[in-house]
């Protein structure tokens, strides 16, 4: 049996299955500019988390000055 008539084989039976073949495009992972997109994105999720540290001290300094003047 050839590749050809295993796939048509497959597909039909797939078919008979109640399945459909669908075709969806990715992102190419190997390439340069994905890479300098994660790369990019990685820099903000770190820059994001060292702001949620500051946005706490910030939060924590700011209810001891009320406590302190109430």
């Known amino acids: 049996m050839s590749v050809r008539e ?6 039909a039976e ?6 459909r073949p669908i075709q969806i495009w990715v992102p190419d992972t190997r390439s340069e500019e994905f890479r300098a997109e994660v790369k990019r994105q990685m820099v903000l ?4 988390d060292h702001e949620d540290d500051i946005m706490e001290w910030l939060d924590s300094s ?3 000055w009320w406590d302190d003047e109430g």
Request: hydrophobic content about 35%; glycine content about 6%.
């Open 62 to 64: 700011r209810a001891e």
């Open 14 to 19: 797939m078919r008979a299955r109640g399945y």
């Open 6 to 11: 295993r796939v048509a084989k497959h597909r």
């Open 45 to 48: 999720i770190d820059q994001a």
